[in-house]
C-alpha cells in the first residue's frame, strides 16, 4: 500500500506542477475571457488519460505501478475532468447510459453549487 501511495502520489506531484507549467505558457499568449487554459489543459488530460489506459489495455505491459503514476497520479495532479470523462466513457461503454448522464448532470451542478456554497461560507462572520 505504501508502495502505491508513492507512486500516486509522485505522479500527482508532477502532474499538478504541469498543469501549473501549462497554465503559465498558455496565459502568456491569451489573455481573453474565456478560460482557454483550464480548458485545454482538461481536454489535453482526457486525451492522455485515454492514451495511458489504452496503451496499458493493448500492449499490457504497463505494470500496476505504472498505471498508478501515470493514471491515477499524472492525469489526477493534471486535471480530474480527464478521471471524471474516462469513468464516464466505461459507463456509456457497460450500457450504463442512465447512470452517465445522472454522474455528468449531478457533477456539474453540485459542482458549481458548491463553489458557490464555499464562497458564501468564506464570506461568515
Known sequence: MIKHLFFVGSGGALGSIL???AAICISKHYSGGFPLAT???????????????????????????????????????????????SENLQLFQNGNHLTMVSYIFFSVLLGIAGVWLGILLSRIG
Not at 489535453?44 to 501515470?70: H, M, N, P
Open 19 to 21: 498543469r501549473y507549467l
Open 39 to 85: 480548458f485545454l489543459i482538461n481536454i489535453s488530460g482526457c486525451v492522455f488519460i485515454g492514451l495511458f489506459i489504452g496503451l496499458a489495455e493493448r500492449f499490457q505491459f504497463i505494470s500496476t505501478d505504472t498505471k498508478l503514476f501515470l493514471v491515477t497520479g499524472l492525469c489526477g495532479g493534471y486535471t480530474t475532468f480527464s478521471a471524471f470523462s
